[in-house]
């Protein structure tokens, strides 16, 4: 047995007001007045004079307003390294990803694509990069994903929704800054806050399971279940547990990983562009089988905070539209062997998954 050799993120900063330390972390990594930072930042904080305000630029830096509109796509990061390419006189010295999942993701597939050649699509699967990303930085504004501790940037190709896993993928340095998440409105609070939920119930409840994944993932369950079986908007100290619950959610998952929510979301989001948190949530709440007492929790939890999901969203799918689904979530095999075992071929069949597609 080989175990992986994991990379972390080596440095951290956690605060409310720690934002504002972001010019004397970077300024030591600027490799020269030509090689600018570059900010990607969720363009939500566009009008948001304050926000932009505290973002430190100098010489040639810039900022890239992003939309979070819809999830990161190959053909957009490519979009994004050539503007930054011919617009810089010198390679960037670092890339800042300011926002949620989506801008994350994106400021990671940019730092490695600044370095390697060709186009991110080819990169897209595990431990395809060759060479060392340029320095990255990701600061998230919502909580819940685990983008800013994981080993994955996970992107829409023309050919499949799949990561670029690689040990150049995790950040070089993250900042904490819980008071960045207070305009989150309320819905996607709740649906970026249960991605973490399920990522913990996923590791907890899969067969790949160890120590080093439970020690995480029973961190990360405890927080959200006193976080969200809470009524009302999340206090403060809600909001800091939140933070923190998404960082051991993403830890719980590296060492394991995700289950049957993820494959079956990912069928979703590839053929209708239904986002992560959203996704995971409507797909959730149809696991009983899976996840007996945890899906009883979500219900609750969703009571609890006046959430309504969308219904019948695969009830007027072509036969062909909901097998395009099915192969997606069929082709994530690690997934479904973590969820349900190595024989989980015997189980797990196309009939299912339509059954599974037509009640959502
Ligand atoms: P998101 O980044 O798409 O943001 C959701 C919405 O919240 C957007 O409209 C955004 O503009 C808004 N928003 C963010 N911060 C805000 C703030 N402070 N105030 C007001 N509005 C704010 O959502 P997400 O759920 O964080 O990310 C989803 C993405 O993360 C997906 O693309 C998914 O694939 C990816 N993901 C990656 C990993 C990973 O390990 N790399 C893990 C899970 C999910
Ligand atoms: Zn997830």
Redesign the pocket.
Same mark, same amino acid.
């Given at each position: 047995m080989s175990y992986k050799n994991f990379p972390m993120v080596p440095r951290v900063v956690f605060g409310r007001g720690s934002f504002d330390q972001l010019g004397e972390l970077i300024e030591p990594k600027r490799l020269n007045i030509n090689a600018p930072f570059i900010f990607l930042v969720?363009?939500?904080?566009k009008l948001d004079g304050e926000l932009t305000s505290r973002i430190p630029l100098a010489y040639n830096d810039r900022i890239i307003y992003v939309?979070?509109?819809e999830?990161?796509k190959t053909s957009q990061v490519d979009e994004l390294v050539e503007s930054i390419i011919v617009t810089s006189k010198e390679r960037p010295s670092g890339i800042i990803g300011v926002?949620? /999942? %989506? *801008? @994350?993701?994106l400021a !990671?597939a940019v730092a490695i694509m600044l370095t390697n050649n060709g186009k991110s699509e080819d990169y897209q699967g595990w431990d395809l990069v060759k060479n060392k990303a340029v320095y990255h930085v990701g600061i998230? &504004? *919502? $909580?819940? &994903? /685990?983008?800013e501790? $994981?080993? &994955?940037?996970?992107l829409t190709g023309p050919k499949r !929704?799949l990561?670029i896993n690689s040990d150049y993928t995790p950040f070089d340095q993250v900042v904490l800054d819980p008071e @960045?998440?207070?305009?989150?409105?309320k819905d996607?609070w709740f649906? %970026?806050g249960m991605?973490c939920f399920i990522?913990s119930v996923e590791s907890l409840n899969g067969t790949y399971l160890n120590a080093f994944s439970k020690t995480y993932g029973d961190m990360a369950y405890g927080l959200c279940k006193e976080i969200y079986l809470n009524g009302g908007l999340p206090t403060k100290e809600a909001q800091d547990k939140l933070m923190m619950a998404s960082w051991h959610g993403?830890m719980s *998952?590296a060492y394991s990983q995700v289950g049957v929510a993820h494959a079956v979301s990912y069928g979703l $989001?590839y053929l209708l562009g239904t !986002?992560?948190?959203i996704g995971n949530c409507i797909v959730f709440n149809h696991l009983e089988e899976f996840y007996p007492k945890d899906v009883a929790l979500f219900k609750t939890m969703m009571a609890k905070h006046d959430i309504q999901l969308p219904q019948g969203i695969c009830s007027d799918l072509s036969e062909s539209d909901l097998n395009i689904m099915i192969d997606v979530a069929l082709g994530l095999e690690p997934l479904w062997e973590n969820a349900v075992g190595k024989n989980w071929k015997k189980t797990i069949t196309s009939k299912k998954l339509k059954e599974l597609y037509l009640k959502m």
């Open positions: 969720d363009d939500v904080f939309s979070a509109d999830e990161p926002g949620g /999942g %989506t *801008i @994350l993701d !990671k998230p &504004t *919502i $909580s819940g &994903t /685990g983008s501790v $994981s080993r &994955t940037t996970v !929704k990561g @960045l998440t207070n305009g989150v409105p996607q649906y %970026t991605d990522h993403g *998952i $989001s !986002k992560h948190g």
